[in-house]
């Protein structure tokens, strides 16, 4: 049974993940570098959960109670001690992540079931790190989870059957549409699309075709969505968008490539344009110019 869940990362998506379990009834445990991460994160979940008030209609209680469920540790001991699961945030780096399940082996229980919300990476490509293979697997939640609340599960070859289905019951009582996936496929079904997409916006941008207010409205006016790919990256967070766009020019050894990668870096992330959390990304927050009536004319 699954009582006690630790995340690892209180990024944008890890802090997310965090809330929501606990928002749930789970007990959770957040754990990360650094306790001015540990603290922004704190700072994060008081703004969802005005999110949680105004689109889910929680009252301060709810919000409360799940507040009451949420430990902090940067002791990576500390935050597995209890763990019937993990949910493992943190950057999309096929190296740091062997590393961190490296460490996160030698302390964790038997009894600890591994997730990964790994965005564009296979379970298998780290699942020896874990060193309990048939108790690791990817869950993998979009931006927006408490709106957006779809759960992908993928395991790899050794996955055990009946941890899969355990974590398709969890993701449920999390309030979650499960979505089991039957082989493993980098980026699932959601990042398989979305990916490519956001990356075309970017390239489109980056070579000077269009600016990216002309891409969103394009993309906004022919099909009707409410957004476009530009604030899907500020939303999503430009720091993860980054990596996404690096690790496609490193799989690709591609010279332009490398070159858009290293554009993306140098005009918003080393400028401290992370996206819609840090104020400013392809659009200033918090009143982006695509919120506004006159966007579309």
Not at 125 to 148: C, S
Not at 272 to 283: D, M, P, T, V, W
């Amino acid at each position: 049974m699954i009582n006690n869940v630790t995340v690892f990362g209180s990024g944008v998506l890890g802090a997310q993940i965090a809330f929501q379990t606990a928002f749930r009834g789970f007990n959770v445990t957040l754990y990360d570098l650094a306790d001015e991460l540990l603290e922004k994160a704190r700072e994060k979940f008081a703004v969802l959960g005005e999110s949680y008030k105004r689109d889910l209609g929680a009252t301060d209680a709810d919000v409360a109670s799940a507040l009451a469920r949420l430990t902090y540790t940067r002791d990576l001991a500390r935050s597995v001690a209890d763990a019937d699961l993990t949910i493992e945030a943190i950057p999309e780096n096929i190296q740091i992540k062997k590393d961190f399940y490296s460490a996160l082996a030698q302390v964790a229980p038997a009894k600890t079931i591994f997730c990964t919300n790994s965005s564009t990476l296979l379970p298998s490509q780290f699942a020896t790190e874990t060193g309990r293979p048939e108790r690791f697997l990817a869950l993998h939640f979009a931006n927006q989870i408490w709106v957006r609340n779809t759960a992908e599960i993928m395991g790899h070859p050794g996955t055990d059957p009946a941890v899969f289905d355990t974590v398709v019951a969890f993701a449920k009582a999390i309030g979650m549409v499960a979505l089991p996936i039957h082989k493993e496929q980098p980026g699932y079904i959601l990042n398989s699309l979305l990916v490519p997409f956001l990356r075309a916006a970017w390239e489109l941008h980056h070579l000077g075709v269009a600016d990216p207010e002309t891409v969103d409205k394009t993309w906004m006016i022919a099909t009707g969505a409410p957004v476009g790919p530009f604030a899907i990256m500020d939303v999503v967070g430009l720091t993860t968008i980054y990596n996404i766009v690096k690790l496609h020019a490193d799989a690709t050894d591609n010279a332009q490539d490398q070159n858009s990668a290293q554009a993306l870096k140098e005009q918003f992330l080393d400028q401290g344009k992370l996206g819609a959390l840090s104020g400013q990304g392809f659009y200033c927050y918090p009143d982006p110019a695509y919120l506004k009536a006159e966007f579309l004319k």
